[in-house]
């Protein structure tokens, strides 16, 4: 079992930044493809971002289209806790946020939400114009 427990969300204007959280327990982020989703009301999840860790010790990063150049992945390892960071945001950048994790996965076709095995309860973003 892995628990996940994301942080960070908020209201914010367009144009700034925010850097949500997720921490991980029961196993360690490298072992598992970690991957953000997010939710607008009546859509379904979609992918954001995903990032996982070979074992030899190389990290890939995923992003959807629509982030790229924006949001950012990253890690702590001595916290167990993957970070989004966000920057300049958008109006539609405002949903529920979600991280993911999928165990014995290496690829970028990992992040399929109905395929991830743990979620967080998510973490909602607000984006003013």
């Known amino acids: 079992q892995v628990q996940l427990v994301e942080s960070g969300g908020g209201l914010g204007q367009a144009g700034g930044s925010l850097r949500l959280s997720c921490i991980a327990a029961g196993r360690t982020v490298s072992s598992v493809a970690m991957g953000w989703f997010r939710q607008y009301p009546g859509k379904e999840r979609e992918f954001v971002a995903g990032?996982?860790?070979?074992?030899?010790?190389?990290?890939?990063?995923y992003y959807a289209d629509s982030v790229k150049g924006r949001f950012t992945n990253s890690r702590d390892s001595a916290k167990n806790t993957v970070y989004l960071p966000m920057s300049s945001r958008k109006a539609d950048d405002s949903a529920a946020y979600y991280c993911?994790?999928?165990?014995?996965?290496?690829?970028?076709?990992?992040?399929?939400?109905?395929?991830?095995?743990?979620w967080g309860k998510g973490t909602l973003v607000t984006v003013s114009s």
């Open positions: 990032i996982r860790w070979n074992r030899g010790g190389s990290y890939y990063k």
């Open positions: 993911a994790a999928r165990g014995g996965c290496s690829g970028s076709w990992c992040y399929d939400p109905p395929y991830m095995d743990y």
